[in-house]
């Protein structure tokens, strides 16, 4: 599980697991930001990405319907097949976490 950001406020909106992000985005894809202190997920579950509401302002936290932003700024891709993982430095796009790894300790040592 991430820690997804508000793309306009930058408010910690939610966690997911970036495997399980396809299009539609969906509420049901999104979990509470802090589920030890009770909070509750952002979205009902069957909300779509169109009517989608930052849980912190009247704003939609995703500008685009297929990215979303981590706590940390790194881009989650979602495609209608699956999840890209987009490097932070260079903006390559990889399909699976192990090559973006890869990509880091072998381009970007340091990075």
Request: glycine share 6%; aromatic share 8%; net charge neutral.
């Amino acid at each position: 599980m991430v820690k997804i950001r508000c793309e306009i406020c930058s408010e910690i909106i939610a966690r997911v697991d970036p495997a399980a992000l396809l299009l539609p985005l969906m509420g049901s894809m999104f979990y509470s930001p802090d589920p030890v202190h009770g909070f509750d997920p952002p979205f009902p579950e069957s909300l779509e990405w169109e009517d989608m509401r930052c849980p912190y302002g009247p704003h939609r936290p995703f500008i685009e319907q297929n990215r979303v932003i981590t706590a940390d700024g790194k881009a989650i891709v979602v495609t209608d097949l699956a999840t890209y993982c987009v490097q932070d430095v260079c903006g390559k796009e990889f399909k699976t976490k192990k090559n973006l790894k890869q990509h880091r300790s072998m381009a970007h040592k340091g990075a």
